[in-house]
């Protein structure tokens, strides 16, 4: 089972500023096949990039993803205060899938 | 407009056992692989398990924390999928979301709440 770690555990930034999230894979996650995922509080987790770096649909450009391997990263680019939420990686390359612990974006 | 609802959660006592079920619409149902996430109150996402389509076999995948006492399956002719979760324990304690697998997970119902407790 491949185990995600992310980090930071907490963030805290400004709005205007920019985030950058890491998640560290336990072994090479296939094809690159890592997504991230937005979760607002009391509301149903949101797909925002698949592949490591491709947004979904209707996600700004404010978004990215990049990394291969075992290393991803995740920015966000000028906050704003709708970006405040838990983020989670999810590896979709092995038979059996597995989230990050998540980081939790909060306004500073 | 794909759609996921999923519902019989509820208050069961350690040991107990109960049915979750997924009613999807929206999409072609049958060429999709279906799955289920947790997330216990306060806690973060926990990939339960999935099960495949008819061409590949309806076979499932599960997380070592619910093999052998989960089990997902589907009805096709009903656009329906099930979680059947045995031996439960306080800890099986979750919102339970029901996904579309597309590779990656891009659909999710909003979640039954299904509590284990004496």
């Known amino acids: 089972e491949i185990v995600l770690t992310q980090s930071p555990g907490t963030l805290s930034l400004s709005p205007g500023e920019t985030a950058t999230l890491s998640c560290r894979a336990s072994?090479?996650?296939?094809?690159?096949?890592l997504a991230w995922y937005q979760q607002k509080s009391g509301q149903v987790p949101r797909l925002l990039m698949f592949?490591?770096?491709r947004r979904a649909t209707g996600i700004p450009d404010r978004f990215s993803g990049s990394g291969s391997g075992t290393d991803f990263t995740f920015t966000i680019s000028r906050l704003e205060p709708e970006d405040f939420a838990v983020y989670y990686c999810l590896q979709y390359g092995s038979a059996r899938y597995s989230f990050g612990q998540g980081t939790k974006l909060e306004i500073k | 407009e794909v759609q996921l609802v999923e519902s019989g959660g509820g208050l069961v006592q350690p040991g107990e056992s109960l049915r979750l079920s997924c009613a999807a619409s929206?999409?072609?149902?049958?060429?999709?692989?279906m799955a289920w996430v947790r997330q216990a109150p306060g806690k973060g996402l926990e990939w339960v398990g999935r099960i495949r389509d008819k061409i590949n076999g309806y076979t499932a995948e599960y997380a070592p924390s619910v093999r052998g006492r989960f089990t997902i399956s589907r009805d096709d002719s009903q656009n329906l999928v099930y979680l059947q979760m045995n031996s439960l324990k306080t800890e099986d304690t979750a919102v339970y979301y029901c996904t579309r697998e597309s590779w990656y997970l891009d659909y999710w119902g909003q979640g039954t709440l299904v509590t284990v407790s004496s």
């Open positions: 592949g490591a770096s």
């Open positions: 072994q090479n996650v296939n094809n690159n096949y």
């Open positions: 929206g999409f072609t149902f049958s060429d999709y692989y």
